[in-house]
Nanobody, 124 residues
Framework: VQLQASGGGLAQAGGSLRLSCAAS????????MGWFRQAPGKEREFVAA????????EYVDSVKGRFTISRDNAQNTVYLQMNNLKPEDTAIYYC??????????????????WGQGTQVTVSS
């Protein structure tokens, strides 16, 4: 499967952005999906994950209550709605697919496919 992330950009603190990750190829509905981010000079960090059917999600503590991961299997797309953005959310955001459909894993090495990333910049 190939993943294409989009929707990044510049936002002010307190603002919102919605990231999308479109998947091409077969079997999207059988993958768990995740979002990760990497800020300059920092390691890649888990943000959110969702199981194949959307019933289970996981979030890093720093985004709980502000970010929401969702998916539309008919559109082969996973979303990350980001509200109340903070300057510390500035990073390149990556989507990833895990062939284990029922596990919303927070571990980057568990994911099998990665998108190219989309830049999110939050100004104070």
């Amino acid at each position: 499967v190939q993943l294409q992330a989009s929707g990044g950009g510049l936002a002010q603190a307190g603002g919102s952005l919605r990231l999308s990750c479109a998947a091409s190829g077969r079997g999207f509905s059988r993958y768990a999906m995740g979002w990760f981010r990497q800020a300059p000079g920092k390691e890649r960090e888990f943000v959110a994950a969702i199981t194949y059917n959307g019933r289970d999600t996981e979030y890093v503590d720093s985004v709980k209550g502000r970010f929401t991961i969702s998916r539309d299997n008919a559109q082969n797309t996973v979303y990350l709605q980001m509200n109340n953005l903070k300057p510390e959310d500035t990073a390149i955001y990556y989507c990833a697919a895990d062939r284990r459909p029922t596990i919303a894993t927070m571990t980057a090495s568990d994911y099998d496919y990665w998108g190219q990333g989309t830049q999110v910049t939050v100004s104070s």
